[in-house]
């Protein structure tokens, strides 16, 4: 599967954005699914997970309540809704899957595929 996402932007602190990623050249049913980010001159971080049916999510701690992620497989999009954005939520954020990870992988190495980042800045 090939990975696209979009939806990146400036925000002012508090507001929301809504990032997706769709999957083409295989059906994303098949695959679990991950949101990272990377913000500069640090590492990249594991954000959130979703399952292969989407019923399963799980979590960073730094992102429970603010975070939403949700797949539709019948569009082949995985969304991260992000609210009460932060500055410090700032960063170059992507879509991972990978088709024989467990649910809930919560490690860059469980996932082979990669999209482009989509970048997020948040000014305070």
């Known amino acids: 599967v090939q990975l696209q996402a979009s939806g990146g932007g400036t925000v002012q602190a508090g507001g929301s954005l809504r990032l997706s990623c769709v999957g083409s050249?295989?059906?994303?049913?098949?695959?679990?699914m991950a949101w990272f980010r990377q913000a500069p001159g640090k590492e990249r971080e594991f954000i959130a997970t979703?399952?292969?049916?989407?019923?399963?999510?799980d979590y960073a701690d730094f992102v429970k309540g603010r975070f939403t992620i949700s797949k539709d497989n019948a569009k082949n999009t995985v969304h991260l809704q992000m609210n009460m954005l932060e500055p410090e939520d700032t960063a170059v954020y992507c879509c991972?899957?990978?088709?024989?990870?467990?649910?809930?992988?919560?490690?860059?190495?469980?996932?082979?595929?990669w999209g482009q980042g989509t970048q997020v800045t948040v000014s305070s």
């Open positions: 979703v399952s292969r049916g989407g019923s399963s999510t």
């Open positions: 050249g295989d059906a994303m049913r098949n695959y679990v």
């Open positions: 991972a899957a990978d088709r024989f990870s467990r649910t809930g992988a919560a490690t860059q190495n469980a996932y082979r595929t």
